[in-house]
């Protein structure tokens, strides 16, 4: 199984700052890489697919970047709405998570 | 609009079998797969396996093969994922999402049901 590792585990931002989190795949997945938001209680929201596609309706505030084994998502101009936990995820071969990123809003 | 409806939620002793269903109205459900992820509390996401919504091929992790069905009712719109031979640390949240077809089960998710809570207790 190709394991997905994510940095940092948790941060805390406030509202305007500009976010980073990456993800680093533990051999090549090309551009198989998709990114969701998960609020508690909900289920998972696609993001970005084939690591830089912004998915319809989400707000351009939120772009990807990255192929191979290094992956970024980045949030500009982080809201209160983007709470939450982000999730990376491999399509390359059996899907795989990565263990996630909660972001706190100071 | 894309909708995943999923069934309620279940509590199930150790041993037993639970089967979740997945609703799916908005689009031509033969012309996409629905992928199982589930969620045990507090924890982070796990990809469970994937049915076609075209002919019902599987595709499934190796760790559930044995205990896991995924089965589809076309007339229905509907996938089902059944579990058998409960384990406490089968208590999760089970959410499908649907997937491309062309891609099979090596797919981004790009919408997902409300999830379906599964305890199991004694």
């Known amino acids: 199984d190709i394991q997905m590792t994510q940095s940092p585990s948790s941060l805390s931002a406030s509202v305007g700052d500009t976010v980073t989190i990456t993800c680093r795949a533990s051999?090549?997945?090309?551009?198989?890489l998709h990114w969701y938001h998960q609020k508690p209680g909900k289920a998972p929201k696609l993001l970005i697919y084939e690591a830089s596609i912004l998915q319809s309706g989400v707000p351009s505030r939120f772009s990807g970047s990255g192929y191979g084994t290094d992956f970024t998502l980045t949030i500009s101009s982080l809201q209160p709405e983007d709470f939450g936990t982000y999730y990376c995820?491999?399509?390359?071969?059996?899907?795989?998570f990565g263990q996630g990123t909660r972001v706190g809003i100071k | 609009q894309v909708q995943l409806v999923q069934s309620g939620a279940e509590v199930k002793q150790p041993g037993a079998s639970v089967k979740v269903s997945c609703k799916a109205s908005g689009y031509t459900f033969r012309g996409y797969g629905i992928s199982w992820v589930r969620q045990a509390p507090g924890q982070g996401l796990e990809w469970m396996g994937w049915?076609?919504?075209?002919?019902?091929?599987?595709n499934s992790v190796e760790k559930f093969q044995g205990r896991v069905a995924m089965t589809i009712d076309t007339s229905a719109s509907t996938a089902y994922l059944a579990l058998g031979s409960l384990r406490r640390d089968d208590t999760a949240v089970y959410y499908c999402a649907r997937s491309l077809a062309e891609a099979g089960p090596k797919s981004y998710l790009d919408y997902w049901g409300q999830g379906a809570l599964v305890i199991v207790s004694s």
């Open positions: 051999q090549s997945i090309g551009d198989y």
């Open positions: 995820q491999q399509s390359y071969n059996t899907p795989f």
């Open positions: 049915i076609s919504g075209y002919n019902g091929n599987t």
